[in-house]
C-alpha cells in the first residue's frame, strides 16, 4: 500500500497537498520575470540555447521585467485568489536563468518578493552552471525566515543528449551545485524532460535512480514539445526528430514514478504551450488532464510513487537492468 506520504486514490506526492501540508492552507505559486537572460544564450556559455528553447513558451502573459515585480505579484496573486481562493504565495522566478546576475541584484528582487505579507517563500529556476558561492549564500541566510526552493534544470543525466541539444552543461556541474546547495535548508528541485532524440525510457529511468541518490526534495517532468522558432522545430520539419507517442510518455512517467522515492514531490507531469507556437505533438490536454491520466494507469497497474523500492524489486527494460 502507498506509505503515508501518498494519498492511496492520489498515488502521487504531489507537491500542491505537500504545500498544504507544511503551510496548512492552499498555496500558489506566482510569476514574475525578473529581467534575467541565460549564459546558454548570451554567448557565455554558448549562443542560440537549448535546441527546443523558447521563453514565451513558458511565460504566463503579464509577467515582463519592465513591469515592477511588485506589480507582477499583485497581478499573479489576485488571479489565484480568485480563481483558487488561495491565500499565501511562491513567487516564482522561471523565466530564463534566474540566478544568472550580480549578488546585490539577486539581493534586492528577492527581497523586494519576499517583503509582501503573503509571501511564504521564493521558487527560483536556474541552471546548474549559474548558481555562485554567493548566491548560495545569501539563498541559505533568506532560507532561515523563508521557505526558497531553487529548481534546478538538468533535463537529462545524458552528457551526449545534453550535448546534442545545446544545453551548455553537463551532469558533472550538476552534481557539485546539488551538492552546494544541499544541508543548507534550501529545497532542491529537478527538471527533466523525457523524448529527447535518440533517448531511451532505460536511459530515462536511470535518472530516477539517480535522484534517489541525490537530496532532492521534488522534481518537475515534462514531454520534449516543438514549438515554433526553435531549432528542434527545423528538425521536426526535415523528419529528423519523431516526439515520442502519449502512450511511451504515460508509460515512461509511470514506470519513472514508481523508481522514485515517496518523499519526492512531483511538481509538473506535463508541459504546454500556447496553441500559436505550438508544432508538436498536440495532445490537446489541460495539465490536470495529463496528471489523471498518469494516475489511472498507475492505478490500473495497481501501482504508486516508489512502489517498487518498497518492494525492492529490480526493472528490466529491454533487456537492461535500471
Ligand atoms: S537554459 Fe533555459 S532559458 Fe537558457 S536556453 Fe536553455 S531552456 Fe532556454
Known amino acids: 500500500m502507498p506509505n503515508e506520504l501518498i494519498h492511496k486514490e492520489l498515488r502521487i506526492n504531489s507537491y500542491g497537498s505537500y504545500l498544504r501540508r507544511r503551510f ?36 504566463p502573459k503579464g509577467t515582463e521585467a519592465i513591469i515592477p515585480i511588485e506589480a507582477q505579484m499583485a ?26 546576475g550580480p549578488v546585490d541584484k539577486l539581493s534586492d528582487l528577492y527581497r523586494r518578493a519576499l517583503d509582501h505579507p503573503d509571501v511564504l517563500g521564493l521558487s527560483i529556476g536556474t541552471r546548474p552552471d ?15 525566515d523563508y521557505y526558497i526552493c531553487v529548481e534546478l534544470g538538468l533535463q537529462s ?3 551526449g543528449i545534453l550535448d546534442s ?61 516543438v514549438v515554433e522558432g526553435t531549432r528542434l522545430a527545423e528538425l521536426y520539419r526535415s523528419g529528423t526528430f519523431t516526439p515520442i507517442s502519449i502512450d511511451e510518455y504515460v508509460g515512461t512517467i509511470c514506470d519513472f514514478l514508481e523508481e522514485l522515492p515517496p518523499q519526492i514531490t512531483i511538481q509538473r ?16 490536454l489541460k495539465n490536470n488532464q495529463m496528471w489523471y491520466r498518469i494516475v489511472n494507469e498507475l492505478r490500473r497497474r495497481g501501482s504508486w510513487q516508489g512502489c517498487r523500492l518498497e518492494a525492492g524489486e529490480r526493472r528490466v527494460v529491454n533487456g537492461e537492468s535500471v
Open 157 to 159: 543525466m545524458d552528457d
Open 269 to 284: 507531469l506535463y508541459g504546454s504551450a500556447p496553441l500559436a507556437i505550438r508544432v508538436a505533438p498536440n495532445w490537446d
Open 165 to 225: 541539444i545545446n544545453r551548455g552543461h553537463n551532469l558533472a556541474e550538476y552534481l557539485d551545485t546539488v551538492e552546494r546547495l544541499a544541508g543548507r535548508g534550501i529545497e532542491i528541485c529537478t527538471h527533466l524532460i523525457y523524448g529527447f532524440p535518440g533517448e531511451t525510457r532505460a536511459g530515462f529511468l536511470k535518472t530516477a535512480r539517480l535522484i534517489s541518490e541525490l537530496p532532492i526534495d521534488s522534481v518537475k517532468l515534462h514531454q520534449l514539445h
Open 24 to 59: 496548512g492552507c492552499r498555496v500558489s505559486k506566482v510569476n514574475v520575470d525578473g529581467g534575467f537572460t541565460c549564459p546558454n544564450r548570451d554567448g557565455s556559455r554558448g549562443t542560440g540555447g537549448c535546441i527546443y528553447c523558447d521563453n514565451s513558451s513558458f511565460s
Open 130 to 144: 549559474s548558481v555562485s558561492d554567493e548566491a548560495i549564500e545569501l539563498l541559505t541566510e533568506l532560507a532561515r
Open 75 to 100: 497581478d499573479g496573486m489576485a488571479y489565484h485568489r480568485t480563481r483558487l481562493h488561495s491565500s499565501k504565495f511562491l513567487v516564482y522566478f522561471q523565466k530564463f536563468t534566474n540566478t544568472y
